[in-house]
T-cell receptor, first 110, second 116 residues
Framework: EDQVTQSPEALRLQEGESSSLNCSYT??????LFWYRQDPGKGPEFLFT???AGEEKEKERLKATLTKKESFLHITAPKPEDSATYLC???????????FGKGTSLLVTP | DAEITQSPRHKITETGRQVTLACHQT?????MFWYRQDLGHGLRLIHY???????NKGEVSDGYSVSRSNTEDLPLTLESAASSQTSVYFC???????????????FGPGTRLLVL
């Protein structure tokens, strides 16, 4: 059975203090690993898709990396507007459905 | 711009009533999904559809049903609402018929449902 574990559950950073969020996964035949951002009261907003170990993608202050067992979302010099819950999900050989982790709640203070 | 919309955004109902949540997408995507999101559980799949007239059960499908009569819409029906179905419901869609779970899913804004 596909499993996704995100850590930490919550993270508080000072503005400018870089850090990383972790997503550990087990999946039968990885088709894709996805990162989403979710603001309170809104739907998940797509950030990145990674398909194979060694792949990296960047967007502004965010960089996602992938190994065979985990993915990291690196946040460089975060700003208060980066505060949100970040969700990780994997898709495997079982079909079209994604398996989501419980998310990491990030708070960036000025 | 193409988008995915959900209605209503908020709903209060009573135990035992039938409730239908609407989901409409203008991307012409083949695949559509319904999830529920609860504290401590993350997003869990309720039902999904790969195309018109196709529907499939997800992880938490008991008490829910869907039907797909066109590409754009996948309404979710709670046959007899229960307090355990109080949750936030998200609809999502993805494009490909061949890419499987490697295709990116795009989410709607959600419907917050309270069952009293």
């Amino acid at each position: 059975e596909d499993q996704v574990t995100q850590s930490p559950e919550a993270l508080r950073l000072q503005e400018g203090e870089s850090s990383s969020l972790n997503c550990s996964y087990t999946v039968s035949g990885l088709r894709g690993l996805f990162w989403y951002r979710q603001d309170p009261g809104k739907g998940p907003e797509f950030l990145f898709t990674l398909y194979s170990a060694g792949e990296e993608k960047e967007k502004e202050r965010l960089k996602a990396t992938l190994t065979k067992k985990e993915s990291f979302l690196h946040i460089t010099a975060p700003k208060p507007e980066d505060s949100a819950t970040y969700l990780c999900a994997v898709g495997g050989n079982s079909g079209y459905a994604l398996n989501f982790g419980k998310g990491t709640s990030l708070l960036v203070t000025p | 711009d193409a988008e995915i919309t959900q209605s209503p955004r908020h709903k209060i109902t009573e135990t035992g009533r039938q409730v239908t949540l609407a989901c409409h997408q203008t991307w012409n995507h083949n695949n559509m999904f319904w999830y529920r999101q609860d504290l401590g559980h993350g997003l869990r799949l309720i039902h999904y559809s790969y195309g018109v007239q196709d529907t499939n059960k997800g992880e938490v499908s008991d008490g829910y049903s869907v039907s797909r009569s066109n590409t754009e819409d996948l309404p979710l029906t709670l046959e007899s609402a229960a307090s355990s179905q109080t949750s936030v419901y998200f609809c999502a869609s993805s494009e490909s018929t061949a890419g499987g779970s490697g295709e990116t899913q795009y989410f709607g804004p959600g419907t917050r449902l309270l069952v009293l």
